[in-house]
């Protein structure tokens, strides 16, 4: 069974960090791309970054570049989402996915982690 785990959500003040994890198992995604997506309330998922399978290609969000940092370590199956100078604008539930059967396409999805900004 496939499983995208996210983990490293909470609640923080404005202008604080946070590290997201997204472990994955039952499969190897060592040669897909991965990408985070966040979801606030009463908004529709949107994307935040992804990273390619070789971690030397990154796309980000408009609203995240500068301050969000997409990585991966391949050997431990796992992709993290380093999350500085947070704004409450960024509080949302984030959620890690990984693509599969063709580029572009996510087939796999995490439960999500919540993330809160206080002002």
């Known amino acids: 069974q496939v499983q995208l785990v996210e983990s490293g959500g909470g609640l923080v003040q404005a202008g604080g960090s946070l590290r997201l994890s997204c472990a994955a198992s039952?499969?190897?995604?060592?040669?897909?791309?991965m990408g985070w997506f966040r979801q606030a309330p009463g908004k529709e998922r949107e994307f935040v970054a992804s990273i390619s399978w070789s971690g030397d290609g990154t796309r980000y969000a408009d609203s995240v570049k500068g301050r969000f940092t997409i990585s991966r370590d391949n050997a431990k199956n796992t992709m993290y989402l380093q999350m500085n100078s947070l704004k409450p604008e960024d509080t949302a539930v984030y959620t890690c996915?990984?693509?599969?059967?063709?580029?572009?396409?996510?087939?796999?999805w995490g439960q999500g982690t919540q993330v809160t900004v206080s002002s």
């Open positions: 039952g499969r190897t995604f060592s040669r897909q791309t």
């Open positions: 996915a990984a693509e599969w059967s063709r580029p572009g396409r996510y087939d796999y």
